[in-house]
């Protein structure tokens, strides 16, 4: 499997920047991991658009959706220029809750939308799929993902505050991609559905996960204080997110 870093930054993109988006490729599949501002343009410089397999979405927040609308444009597109089957809509496999989200989804022949559950199972090409809820956001469901492929695992965490049960998910992860929205400077007092860049790295290390990709980070982040306060963990490469990073697994 390979990781590519599209986009990772919150609550806005910096300049040139993007906010989450990963792709995902196996030898059978290519997936797109949320779809935020600016991970259309990014997805572009790694492969035609119309190529991707599906399109995965972790919860409706602006920064992870806001590129949804232009990509189904452009599937709309390519599809009148015969580069993608007419009858072919990108899947969208996206949380059920809250339901007024849900409803543009589907678009046209473009997209397709799938609910997801917390028990939804996937299976894409060759990779497999399962769902986590996160402790993120104000009721409605927000979903990591466990992407098995080839022997390899890789779980991305999403938004998630330090409530979230990650026992039996992430342990032993090839690669955990957490999200380290604070600094020790800026962390809340009251944990607010996300996690500081030192608890990431505490979290990877006592779940054995064997390397870590810290993202979800403010643009003015410095990439050395994102690695510096990621110092708990000690168990394999760690990577602080940044557009056009690729991890092969
Ligand atoms: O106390 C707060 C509240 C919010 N935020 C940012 O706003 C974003 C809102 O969407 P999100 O939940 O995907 O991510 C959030 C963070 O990036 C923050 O940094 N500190």
């Not at 572009?44 to 599906?54: K, Q």
């Not at 009148?80 to 007024?100: H, S, T, V």
């Not at 809820?133 to 695992?153: E, I, L, Q, S, W």
Request: proline share 6%.
């Amino acid at each position: 499997m390979r990781v590519t870093v599209l986009g990772y930054q919150s609550p806005y993109p910096g300049p040139g920047g993007a906010t989450p988006g990963y792709l995902i490729e196996t030898n059978e599949a290519k997936l797109l991991v949320d779809c935020g501002s600016g991970v259309l343009s990014q997805l572009g410089v790694h492969m035609p658009i119309y190529e991707l397999d599906a399109l995965l979405l972790s919860h409706y927040h602006h920064d992870h959706v806001a590129d949804v609308g232009v990509l189904q444009y452009g599937l709309m597109v390519h599809q009148l220029f015969g580069q993608r089957p007419a009858d072919k809509p990108l899947p969208i496999y996206a949380p059920a809750l809250p339901e007024q989200q849900t409803k543009t989804l589907t678009y046209r022949d473009a997209t397709r939308f799938f609910p997801l559950e917390e028990q939804s199972q996937l299976v894409i090409g060759d990779v497999h799929v399962s769902f986590r809820r996160t402790d993120h956001g104000d009721g409605d469901p927000c979903y990591a993902m466990r992407f098995v492929a080839n022997g390899k695992t890789i779980v991305y965490g999403a938004d998630s505050g330090p409530g979230t049960n990650w026992r039996g998910f992430v342990d032993g992860a090839d690669l955990f991609i957490c999200e380290g929205t604070y600094l020790d400077h800026n962390r809340p007092k009251t944990p607010n559905g996300h996690l500081s860049v030192r608890q990431a790295a505490e979290l990877a290390q006592a779940h054995d996960c064997r390397s870590l990709l810290v993202t979800h980070l403010f643009h003015g982040y410095e990439e050395s204080d994102v690695l510096g306060q990621a110092e708990a963990f000690v168990a394999g490469p760690v990577h602080a997110a940044r557009i056009g990073l690729q991890i092969v697994l």
